[in-house]
C-alpha cells in the first residue's frame, strides 16, 4: 500500500505477540502535549489490548524532543524493560531549528537502537504543520502510538527468539 494511504492503526492482530509478563518503558516528550498525548494513549491502549499489564508499563515525560534520547538511554539503564517507546512531535516552524531537532533527536535514538541491549521504538513525529501531526495521532490517518506499541511487541520477540 503507497505510504500516503497507509492508515498507522491498521495492522493484523493475529501477527502480534502476546505482552503478558513483558515490560515496557515509555518516555513521551511534553512539547506538542495535545499531539504526544494522543500519541501515548494509542500506544498505552495497545499494549494493554495485547496483554501488557498495567503495571509493566513505564511512563515518564521529558521536556522537548532533543530529551528524548537522554531519557531513553535513562530508562534502559535504571530500570529493567524489554523495550522503550520514545514519543515526540516535531512541528516546523520560521528557523532551521526544525531540522536540527529531528537530525540529532533522530540520530540519538537510531544509535541508542543499534547500542542498547533491548529495542529503541522511534514514535517521533516531524511535521510541516500541526494538522499533519493530528492526522497522525488518531486522526484521519490513524496513531502512530498504536504503531509504535506494536513494533515494540514484535522487537522483543524478535529478541526472545533469536
Ligand atoms: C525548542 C523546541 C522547538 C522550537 N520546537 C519543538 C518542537 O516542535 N517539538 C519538540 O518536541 N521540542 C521542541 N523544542 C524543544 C527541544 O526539543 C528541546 O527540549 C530544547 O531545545 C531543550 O533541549
Redesign the pocket.
Known amino acids: 500500500m503507497a505510504s500516503a494511504l497507509h492508515n498507522l492503526s491498521s495492522y493484523d492482530p493475529a501477527t502480534v505477540p502476546d505482552g503478558n509478563g513483558w515490560q515496557i518503558g515509555i518516555v513521551v ?4 502535549e495535545e499531539v ?1 498525548g494522543a500519541l501515548l494513549e494509542g500506544a498505552y491502549n495497545t499494549l494493554l489490548k495485547h496483554g501488557v499489564d498495567k503495571d509493566d508499563i513505564i511512563v515518564k515525560t ?7 534520547v537522554y531519557g531513553s538511554a535513562a530508562m534502559i539503564e535504571d530500570t529493567a524493560v524489554d523495550a522503550v517507546i520514545a514519543i ?6 520560521d ?1 532551521p ?2 531540522d536540527y ?1 529531528c537530525q540529532g ?1 533522530t540520530q540519538g535514538l537510531a544509535e541508542l537502537n543499534r547500542q542498547a541491549e533491548v529495542p529503541v521504538i522511534y514514535g ?1 513525529l516531524t511535521c510541516n504543520t500541526m494538522q499533519q501531526a493530528l492526522d497522525r495521532c488518531g486522526g484521519a490517518l490513524g496513531n502512530k502510538g498504536d504503531e509504535c506499541a506494536v513494533t515494540a511487541l514484535k522487537m522483543i520477540q524478535f529478541r526472545q527468539d533469536l
Not at 521529558?62 to 528524548?68: A, C, H, M, Q, T
Open positions: 516528550s511534553e512539547w506538542n504526544t521529558v521536556p522537548g524532543s532533543f530529551e528524548l515526540g512531535c516535531v512541528i516546523r516552524g528557523t531549528h526544525f531537532i533527536t517521533l
